[in-house]
């Protein structure tokens, strides 16, 4: 199956930029990956169909470069960076890297006359929610650097539709997590700070424990609940909202969330690494972290009634043993 549009997809050497590059590919669009290579995964897939273009959004004349090349009939922007603690630290390469390389991104196609972009946000734009499930039109109080510079992308969005008629899909992820099947991709970040990683090395013995920061919640087990969501669900919703946007005849400016709407507590998450993996997993139990709450659950009707999508691969058991899997895979690699 071939497709005449030709998609951009930046930061698709990433984690769920790659899973959703195969999903565009499988359905017969032709992509190009513009990818700086440093916070890719560690092994870096680009399928059959696909170019790798090694560039960073902060020169803008690469950027000039690659869309000088190929007419692009939209861009899947992945491009950004996503450590929540480290843009505490240091938020200065967060506006650069996320909201100066947005804003360069928007400024070529411009120039190039490209009209549609679907953007990975994140539920970090809502930050502590007033009320559960979270809906599209929830209040926006961020509260870490991370969250304000993707509701900053947004808000760059919202001014190029009405300014310049750009067409977006904002895609507010919640908690992004498994693996592909075919072991293709999986989830590394470097330090690790996500909670299935961080379980499983502990399983694999590449770390000693996993620490469970808080026991007193009011959730039936005492842990936070989370809503997570698989990468092949997410890369399902991208290939959706290409098609959506491309064959749309009206303006189109729209954010919509994606999660289960079934949130997975911590103890969950856990019993079910020790089912799959059926390795010992140490646990220790810490006090609760300053801004977590109880529960984070996502409201998925509009992704169900604008895109015709829901999550088909987010049970429990999917995400640890796709993501079981591929850990296990890069232990042997790194033998």
Known sequence: MTNNSKILVTGGAGYIGTQTNIALTN??????????????????????????????LLNINELRTVFSQHQFSAVVH??????????????????????????NLLQVMREFDVKNIIFSSTAAVYGIPEVVPISEDSPKNPINTYGYTKLMMETMMDDYHRAYNLNSIRLRYFNACGADPSLRTGEFHEPETHLIPLILQTALQLRHSITVFGTDYETADGTCIRDYIHTLDLASAHVKAVQKLISSTQPICEAINLGTQNGLSVKEILDEAKRVTNRPITVEYGARRSGDPAVLIA??????QFLNWEATHSSAAEILETAWNWHVQQVEKNK
């Open 78 to 103: 992945f491009a950004a960076l996503l450590e929540v603690g480290e843009s505490m630290k240091n938020p200065e390469i967060f506006y650069q890297t996320n909201v100066v390389g947005t804003l």
């Open 27 to 56: 359905e017969g669009y032709e992509t190009v990956v513009f990818d700086s290579l440093r916070y890719g995964s560690q092994q870096v897939f680009i399928p059959e169909g696909s170019e790798l273009f090694v560039g960073n």
């Open 299 to 304: 409201d998925v009707k509009k992704a169900k």
